[in-house]
């Protein structure tokens, strides 16, 4: 360990990456609190019913045969109810049999799988089941044609459910070794985002919602990947056997490089298919703000502010446009903290205070806060304000 810290003192070219952590990856607003969710829990009830269903469903079985299309319906209709009873391991046997009996009777891509699944997605939502929900979610997107031309609004409505738990997945995972993965999956919906808001028919309705899902992988890839700068000859000075380097992917090391004119053009193309909207100018002003391109990013605060200047009264943690959204459903209820913090006109925070919790460490909660970039407020659309106050609720994920 001494000679790694001596090392580092020595070689200036190895930089400790200093990239802000975005809000929403392990922060979360109030709202997201109070939002709606639905865990299931097995329920102490009399399971008499559900029993009685499939008894019935197994006779009918033993008369059909084990595959007739005869049996979807009634095994549908007890996967429902062993849902509704709380015996979320028999739901899910029961809907992976009706899947079967469906694939058996009208093949692999038929659609008649697709409220099947549906009730499946539903089931590990209400669950918490992440890994369940992620798997389904992929297997219905490649049966709804993996976002190739032509749409159709269930194939984009699927492509977008698919992104999202995935992200979601990615937030939380290591990334080591996944370079070839992580680089399928951002090409797979670089090209389907290109070709939804290159497509006349629904490039009006459909081009924010991709190209606001590609920009929050932006912002994570940013962060996530900008963990150190290699130096060789620190590496080749440095013997300590705990010192291992991040694994290198060279096409993942040119999106980085790359990255910031990747969102730019992505939100330059989505402001041309939506000229003058705010969401739009603000989500282009947040990726240059995040970027310290302070000039740039004023003057489309300007403009954003006189579409809704009451937002631009205080300061705002970024990203703002697009929101890092996260599955309620598969990260429990997290801990509320009240904050306050004063943010200058560069967006920087100071005399950070945390009211105590229970079960969560102060240290923690301000060194995140600290580690976040934030909007500054704007004096009459104008100019950033030299001092504006944050005083809010968080959700801090465990």
Not at 221 to 248: G, H, I, M, N
């Amino acid at each position: 360990m001494t000679r790694l810290l001596c090392a580092l003192g020595c070689f200036s070219s190895v930089v400790l990456a200093d990239t802000p952590l975005p809000f929403g990856l392990d922060i979360q607003t109030r709202e997201w609190f109070e939002s709606d969710i639905v865990l299931v829990q097995a329920a102490a009830v009399d399971l008499t019913t559900l029993n009685q269903a499939v008894d019935a469903l197994n006779a009918q079985q033993m008369t059909l045969g084990p595959y007739h299309s005869d049996l979807v319906a009634p095994t549908v209709a007890a996967a429902k109810l062993a849902t509704e009873t709380g015996a979320l391991m028999r739901a899910e046997q029961l809907f992976d049999r009706a899947l079967h009996t469906i694939r058996v009777n009208d093949g692999l891509y038929g659609d008649q799988q697709l409220p099947i699944l549906r009730g499946l997605l539903d089931l590990y939502m209400a669950s918490g089941d992440r890994e369940g929900f992620e798997k389904r979610a992929e297997y219905q997107f490649r049966l709804l044609g993996s976002g190739l031309p032509p749409f159709n609004i269930a194939e984009l409505k699927a492509a977008g459910e698919f992104f999202d738990v995935t992200l979601d997945a990615l937030m939380d995972a290591s990334w080591e070794g996944r370079s070839r993965e992580l680089l399928r999956f951002h090409d797979r919906f670089e090209t389907l985002t290109d070709s939804v808001c290159a497509e006349s028919d629904v490039r009006a309705e459909w081009c924010r919602y991709f190209s606001f899902r590609l920009a929050r992988f932006y912002y994570l890839l940013e962060y996530k990947l900008d963990v150190f700068v290699d130096d060789p000859r620190f590496e080749s000075r440095v013997a300590d056997s705990d010192w291992q380097s991040l694994e290198r992917d060279p096409r993942m090391e040119a999106l980085q490089r790359r990255l910031f004119q990747q969102g730019e053009r992505v939100f330059d193309r989505l402001l041309a298919v939506e000229p003058g909207d705010h969401d739009a100018i603000s989500a282009l002003a947040d990726w240059h703000w995040f970027y310290n391109k302070r000039t740039a990013a004023i003057r489309l605060y300007r403009d954003a502010c006189q579409l809704e200047p009451d937002r631009f009264n205080r300061a705002a943690p970024l990203p703002e446009y697009p929101t890092l959204s996260r599955y309620r459903s598969f990260h429990g209820v997290g801990t509320l903290v009240d904050v306050t913090l004063e943010i200058n006109e560069r967006g920087v925070s100071s005399d950070i205070a945390v009211s105590p919790v229970d079960g969560i460490s102060s240290i923690s909660v301000k060194r995140k806060l600290r580690d976040t970039r934030y909007r500054p407020a704007f004096d009459q659309c104008e100019t950033p304000r030299d001092s504006s106050l944050i005083n809010a609720q968080f959700v801090f994920l465990d």
